[in-house]
């Protein structure tokens, strides 16, 4: 019985680990919940699983969540960031989900990895922030971090049982998102219903702007470099339209092992949550009789440019992926509530990433501030569009 605390219990990937313990009542047990602002779903949460803990954002929601539980259900209520924290490195948990979105995933994820919790990782954003930090820590305590995000759990698995010396490349594959196919010239004119409208996966709203303008892919390839401890050369990313190969591994006898599935995030949840068991989810196969050619084509980084940032920010280091995620956060914000277009994105977070001093090998403390920097930035960067 593995006793869980989930971060971001009310998104697309909260909801998703929650649908596995309820699949699987013997293996799991939910101890802590966590969102930031949808009491409704998270107060008929607490009535399914009964957590001991649950958090919020800010005390009003906290009073309102309070007042949504029904008499007789005992759950603390704690909320902001230190509620955040407690979740995170709640004593009778032993493995922390992060689900959250966002940097906001950095210290909770931290506290956790210092408070001995195994980490079931699907916030990327902190391992691109401060990927080199968390991974030390992780190994510093003995804990595993074992990847949400499908590409890394695809990865891990064909990882499994080989030797690290044996590996050549990873191969990271890309569904290539909405306008795989649009021509360049018509981007100006991307709405935002196009560009949430992704054609494989069922997502929350600003990873599925990032996989539209392929920063997903970019944020990937920073996540899988610190997860893996590749370096950037050894990674490789390679448009797969159909997402039935969920990534690759190749060996340096030319070997290269793929792992497959339907496109449905439940098998990598599972996954982590059960490593290295596998549970019987009665997923359906890919349906390969019928799905026709898996097709494959290298990323148009003139087309996408925020990859082409992504790897800039990757080969450079220090500070800069901290840079580029912040920018990135504040641009789709500004995409999502329609103060700046589609094209617009990557130049918010270009001329945030060329202004930033980067500091090499950086602290903790440098990493926040390089955050808080390039959000400031980044807004002043979009007012600069506006005028
Ligand atoms: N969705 C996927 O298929 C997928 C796949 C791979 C990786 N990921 C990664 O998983 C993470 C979550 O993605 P998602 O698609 O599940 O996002 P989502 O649907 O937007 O859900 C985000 C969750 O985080 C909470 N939250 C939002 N802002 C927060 C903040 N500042 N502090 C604390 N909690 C906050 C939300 O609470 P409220 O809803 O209550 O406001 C919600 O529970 C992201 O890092 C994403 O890159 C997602």
Redesign the pocket.
Known sequence: MKRLSV??????????VLNIVAMFPDNFVVKAL??????A??ARQIEQFRPELAV??DEARARELKDRIAAGVAVEILCGEAG?RTAATYDSADMTV?????A??LMPTLDAIDAGKTIAL????TLVMAGDIVMQRAARQGIQILP???EHSAIFQCLQGERKQDLDRILLTASGGPFLNRPKETFKSITLAEALNHPN????????I?SATLM?KG?EVLEAKCLFGVSRERIEVVIHPQSVIHSMVAYRDGSVIAQLGIPD?KV?IAYALSYPQRLPLGQPLPAFNACGALTFAQPDLEKFPCLALAFDACETGGTLPAVLNAANEVAVNGFLKKTISFVEIPTVVEQTMTKHPVVSNPELADIIAADQWARKQAEAEIERLRD
Do not use: F, H, P
């Open positions: 971060l971001g219990s009310t998104g697309s990937i909260g909801c998703n966590a969102a930031k602002t949808n009491v779903l998270l919020v954002w955040y992060t689900a959250m979105v966002g906001a995933g699907a916030n990327k954003e949400i995000d499908s996966w069922q997502m929350g709203r600003k990873i599925t990032d997903n944020l995030m990598a």
